[in-house]
């Protein structure tokens, strides 16, 4: 071996060494200081398009979300509708369980007056004829996923690592899903979703963070369906954190509240 | 000097006041919430393009209050018809409700839902049901009763009681000649619930993917039965029989479930229901000598198996079977001042609780679809009614557009085939009754 061959196998070497594998990414990813709870007001518009003419539809509601640290649930969250009014009042309730058993999740009819579980099969379905799937809603377990890293690439201008993340349970609606992750803040900037033939299904862009305090928070996420040309955005609108959310709120009885 | 500090002072006061006040109000407002439809409808026949003249909910309003685990809730409604330009004013909610951490209690005027199959539920019995609303869906279609109620949420177990202090009979309408299920004249109910609390409880359990819920109800019938018969002996040596009405006292048990099954949702409901003649209040009646009690214990019971499968676009495909029937039945009249009992057979047996649908047929399959389309913009709903224990067919097709936020126009079609050879078929009856709606509803 020649000593510039040996210098540039050094070199490949080194920069291998230097670069994070993707468990760590994820699990740094995983790690950034989140608050115990977050309530979010949001503006979600359903967006067409059908050639250069796009039509919107905008429904606002409110998202209610707190971490878990007992060793059975990751976090738990609420969703209530507050527009249109046709359907204010209607919710959706999540437990994030850890490890790989199945999430519950419940959805609230007020013109029912009844509650209705949602079964793990029914999680690829669109949630509210949004482009966002139950399991989209559904926050993912680090050890749901084995990754790994296939590069870098830019994304909404910002230098990002570019994870594939191989779900091991087979309940996943997706076969496989690339997670663009900023270098720099360890955020997530945009995720494809691959379909069970492996063709790329959705995009998830998150162009914008905010760093309030000591949390950051992406006040925009857009959902492409890349089969129909339809999108979801997710606005926020007004953001509080850590304002010590009872666990009562998170149950079937503040459900039906509204 | 002085006199401009004090003066200065006072106006400082008065503008702490309004702050304070402007505070109040809003963390009032903030607290309170609303939500509101406004419906115009009118439904015409298909047969020869009358229009049909029944009430319907004009305004419905759904005010709350919360002051923190307290709710307060009121939903008052104005029905109105268009024969006679007759608005009547309901309070069809209104209650108070308190969530603990451990469940809910609830008191006042309100509406239950119970059972886990969709529309068609036999343990649903604790509100009376409003017949000029039968083809409503959802909670529309029943009457809010004053209740007091707890749920217990523990673990996987749910616990439910209810308490009703007075009885509530359904609306069912009556010199209404275009209503074809309704009655020719008012009813007098001679024989009002003596032992009027009714009590119910529901405990629901999961056990992975299956909810099951046990039921029981004892309360008194929501449609009123013959209580007694008074034998009237005329010149011609004809006897008729004057019926007198008054409620049975009703038990109900029920059991239903919610299973997930490969892709359908299997969801299941049963009632066992057992009646009898209830206590008469005879205090303020004199009693004719020829007054006579109809002694009656009847066992029936009503199944709903529903399966339904959600496609990926979201259309819902749904199948119900619904069958009513008569397990035991025993009659006999009791002569109210000798005490002599003798048997009676001339007795025609109907349900007094569970699904109103059952009168349609013992044995009935409902085939469904309904989905929302183009964001919400489109609804579509199609259902089939098909009679298995004889002829007749109900289909119901209808379409929602809301071409902006909060306004939707409604197109629906409710078209009956009955029995020509059989005029006592409910099919039959309510051929007439086939009309096209057109709604418009604006949510604010």
Redesign the interface.
Known sequence: MTRKAQILFLLISCHLLAQPSAQSIMEKMDQIQKPIDVQTTLKMTLISSKGSKERHRSRELTSFQKKYEDGKFKSKSLLRFSQPKEIVGTGFLTWDRLGLEPDDQWLYLPALKKVKRIRTKEKGRSFMGTDFSYEDLSGRYLGADTYELMGEDRIHGTVCYKVRANPIEKESHYSSRMVYVDKENLLMKRVEFFNKKGNIYKILDIPNHVKNGDYWTATKMIMKNMKNAHRTELTVTKVAYDQKLQDNVFTESFLKRN | MRHATSRHKTTMNKISRLLQLSVLLSTLSAQL?Y???INLSVMTRTSDQSQINLPFRLLSL?L?Y?IGSL?IKTVPTIEYRYDSSKSTYDLWEAYL?Y?P?W??IKFGKQ???WGLV?GNNPTDNINPYDYYYLFK????QKIGTFSFSA?L?FRDY?LEAIIIPKHEANRIPSGEKDYPLGLPLEQTIDYPVVDEIEVGMRLQK?IG?I?FGVSMFNGHDRTPSVSTISFMEMKNGIIPKIPKLGYRATSVLGLDF?A?I??L?IRGEGAFFKTKSSKLDLTTLPIPGNLFEIDQEISYSQFVIQTEY?T?S?IMILGQLISSSVNDEQYSIRHLLTGQIEPFFNAEFRPGMGTPFAMFSDLALIVGSSG?L????LELKGNAMMNLDGKGVMISVSTGY?PW??W?FELGLIQFKGDKENLGNVFTKMEDFSHIRLGL?Y??
């Open positions: 919430n939500a509101g439809e759904n709350g919360t709710d409700a969530y951490e469940g809910e509406i239950h839902a969709d869906q959802g909670t529309g749920k949420y749910q999961t993917e909810d919610v997930f490969g892709d949702t959600t990926v979201d929302i183009m964001d919400d913009r809301s936020m909060n939707k509803f949510n604010f």
